[in-house]
């Protein structure tokens, strides 16, 4: 078989970004993830697409979706140059979905499960690399030095969408809008629901045996 299509679900503060670096490097696919590229695009110019705001950057700031059309676009591009991929932070809503599906087929679709109150403690305690991107966790996933990074020596930051009031907001657009989608892939061929609450090596242990089994 070609390289696997994988999709990875779940609520912000899953583990999705963590545990979808390793299934690239594991299973040689892309890493395709929408909120990388919207935060590395946060000021370009949107206005021409009719939206309430002119760039990602305000609605991103507040947890809010970033308008469809953006998104699609971005997502279609990245998956026509990726062979096999591991796709992250899309879809997010139905109409995404229903996008998806004239885009391409799914091999694998990972569900990856986590109360809320876990969920806020790792988002508002997360810290990024701003060189690299690498993630930590001030509590479960330390730096060998405070606020430098392992993999690169970078500065650690705190994203602008890490704070309790855009965290509160992100899960409950998730109940709202992706929530449904999970329960949309629950029959479809090749879905796994993850136990998202063990240590990040016992979630890993779990994906891969389910990738494996999958392709
Ligand atoms: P995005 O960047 O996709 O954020 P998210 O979905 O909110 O997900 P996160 O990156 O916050 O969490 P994650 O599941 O990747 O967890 P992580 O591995 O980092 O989107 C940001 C914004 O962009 C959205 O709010 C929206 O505005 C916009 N956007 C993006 N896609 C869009 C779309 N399709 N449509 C419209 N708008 C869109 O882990 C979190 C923390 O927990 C880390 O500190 C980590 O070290 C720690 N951790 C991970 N695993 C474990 C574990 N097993 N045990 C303990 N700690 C753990």
């Not at 009719?50 to 998956?79: F, Q, S, W």
């Not at 996008?99 to 403690?121: A, H, K, W």
């Not at 330390?142 to 890490?162: H, S, W």
């Amino acid at each position: 078989m070609s390289s696997p299509h994988i999709l990875i679900l779940g609520p912000p503060g899953a583990g999705k970004g963590t545990q979808s670096s390793r299934i690239a490097e594991s299973f040689g696919v892309e890493h395709v993830t929408t909120g990388d590229a919207l935060r590395a695009n946060k000021d370009m110019d949107i206005s021409d697409m009719d939206t309430e705001y002119d760039t990602p950057r305000a609605y991103m700031e507040a947890g809010d979706l970033v308008p469809d059309a953006v998104v699609n676009a971005i997502v279609e591009e990245a998956l026509t140059s990726a062979d096999g991929f591991v796709l992250d932070g899309y879809p997010r809503n139905m109409d995404q979905a229903d996008e998806l599906e004239d885009m391409t087929d799914l091999d694998v679709i990972l569900s990856l499960s986590v109360g809320r109150e876990e969920l806020v403690d790792r988002l508002t305690g997360r810290r990024v690399c701003d060189d690299c991107g690498a993630n930590f966790h001030v509590e479960f996933d330390q730096p060998e030095e405070a606020g430098v990074c392992d993999e690169c020596g970078g500065e650690l930051i705190q994203r602008d969408d890490d704070n309790e009031e855009s965290v509160t907001n992100r899960l409950d657009v998730f109940d709202e809008n992706t929530a449904p989608v999970i329960d949309h892939y629950r029959d479809h061929a090749g879905f796994v629901e993850i136990d998202g609450e063990q240590s990040p090596d016992g979630v890993w242990a779990d994906i891969e045996a389910a990738i494996d089994e999958q392709v």
